[in-house]
């Protein structure tokens, strides 16, 4: 039987795959505006790294993570995101001596083990963006206002900025216990993850899906009651400067997200018409993971975005223009007409192949055909003979002659009608 890809993964092919590249382009130019470099990661590390990073009661490190041992027993777990692996490398490399504002940015994949379904997989690919060194709110808004600036370019609408904080050491206790006694109230409908989660992690369960649990977390306690002054004034603040920078969004005081290195601000982007899995992306603040990790006390501010929503919401649209390729059929044993001639085609910057498998005119017309190709050049050796190519348009089957010489000129006339 034919080997088929894992479970809830899957191969990236044409025509999807060119909005993907062309994507990446556009987000590595828009990043280099905002003064953002790339960053390379391994794709597995320690698995400490997300162990205590991420938390050890989130989903993703209890159930979603792909560990294993390598051939010495160290435990190894393939990123399932990307910034505990990027404060480990910011940490490594001292890159707090580098600059006072570190901005970086990925793009790449990510594993989870999750129950695949319409917007998730088990490989997914995540853009990212973290700004280490400043605690400033105007991170915040800035940082949420180029990913608003990237969706816009590309010419999504219909898209929602939520956004809430979580607060910090200083006030999150005190919600917290706030939330566990309300909770313990409720006990009984809770899942049995948010049982247990009510007493290790109980923000998590205002992120439970489960139907009951939905139910209940709508009476609970808002933490936007419970911030402190400092949290409550780097909201205020932010509110403003994304006023300033024209990002509309809206508070929801029942977001939190789904890891457990949040303080402050924690945002995500919703797309309505995605179903379930509507967000397209998440972030927020995290001034207490380089410490964790154990690096100095530096503040940080990211998101990730999640590719393969974006494309799916992306649909049908195209972010790339379509150029024609030439084939180019040589028609006959000797391949030298053909090949000089795709050879000025390709050096003018123009989409050209040589066809030399096609061992008539008729196979290789089929196979542009097949290619949905627009243009057929016939360069066999009676053109040769009179320093001339036929330029065959596949569309209405119209075939011309034309001297060698005008080939380009000729060329760029065809593609303009
Ligand atoms: P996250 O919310 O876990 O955050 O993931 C960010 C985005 O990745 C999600 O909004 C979603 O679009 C996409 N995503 C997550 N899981 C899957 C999946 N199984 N299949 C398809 N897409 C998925 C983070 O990963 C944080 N590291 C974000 C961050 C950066 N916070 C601070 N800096």
Redesign the pocket.
Known sequence: MAIKAVK?TRDILAPEIRNWTKYEEMARKLFRRYGFEEIRTPIFEYSEVFSRGIGEDTD?VNKEMYTFTDRKGRSITLR?????S?VRSYIEHRMDLQARVKRLFYIGP?F?Y?R?QK????Q???T???VFGSSHPFVDADTIEMVVRLLRDMGLTGLRVDINSVGCRECRPNYRKALQDFLSGHREVLCEDCKRRMDSNPLRVLDCKVPGCKTVVTDAPSIQDYLCEGCQGHQGQVFQFLDTLDVAYSLEPGLV???D??TRTVF??ISEGLGA?N????????DNLVKELGGRDVP???????????MMVLGNRKLYTEEPTFYVLPIGNDLKYAVATVATLKNAGYHAVVLAEANSLKSGLKQINKAGGRFAILAGESEKEKSVLILRDMGNSVQREIPVGDLLKEIENEIAK
């Not at 917007?119 to 088990?122: D, K």
């Not at 967000?279 to 995290?286: C, E, K, Q, T």
């Not at 940080?300 to 974006?310: I, N, T």
């Open positions: 809830g993703i399932p995101e990307n910034t505990a990027v990510m989870r999750e695949p917007g998730r997989y088990r997914f690919y995540q990212g963006a973290e997200r789904g890891l290195y949040y995500e982007v899995q967000a397209i992306l998440g972030g927020g603040r995290y940080a501010f990211g998101w990730a975005l999640g590719m393969d929503r974006l």
